[in-house]
Nanobody, 120 residues
């Protein structure tokens, strides 16, 4: 079993910054992708950014140029630095961990989510 715990959400004014953290523990895989998703009220959960074990990063268009995803493999932790935040970034942000080996299929783990509110 894998445990995933996010932290770092909160209330921030438009134009401000926040840094989210997500720590994974337990029976982790040899190689795995870590990602951030978000879900705003009344909307579907969407991918924000992901980072593979190789370090390859992927961002949704709305995050490019404003958000940076990084990971510390020694700590099994992924970070999301969010700058120039906008009210439309308001959502619950979820951390996702999934193995990269095809043998695991669609197996993945989610954190409980952390609220990010961008408002003046």
């Amino acid at each position: 079993q894998v445990q995933v715990v996010e932290s770092g959400g909160g209330l921030v004014q438009p134009g401000g910054s926040l840094r989210l953290s997500c720590a994974a523990s337990g029976r982790l895989f040899s190689i795995y992708t870590m990602a951030w998703y978000r879900q705003a009220p009344g909307k579907q959960r969407e991918l924000v950014a992901s980072i593979r074990s190789s370090g390859y990063r992927n961002y949704t268009d709305s995050a490019k140029g404003r958000f940076t995803i990084s990971r510390d493999n020694r700590k099994n932790t992924v970070y999301l630095q969010m700058n120039s935040l906008k009210p439309e970034d308001t959502a619950v942000y979820y951390c996702n961990v999934r193995p990269e080996l095809p043998a695991y299929g669609d197996l993945m783990y989610w954190g409980q989510g952390t609220q990010v509110t961008v408002s003046s």
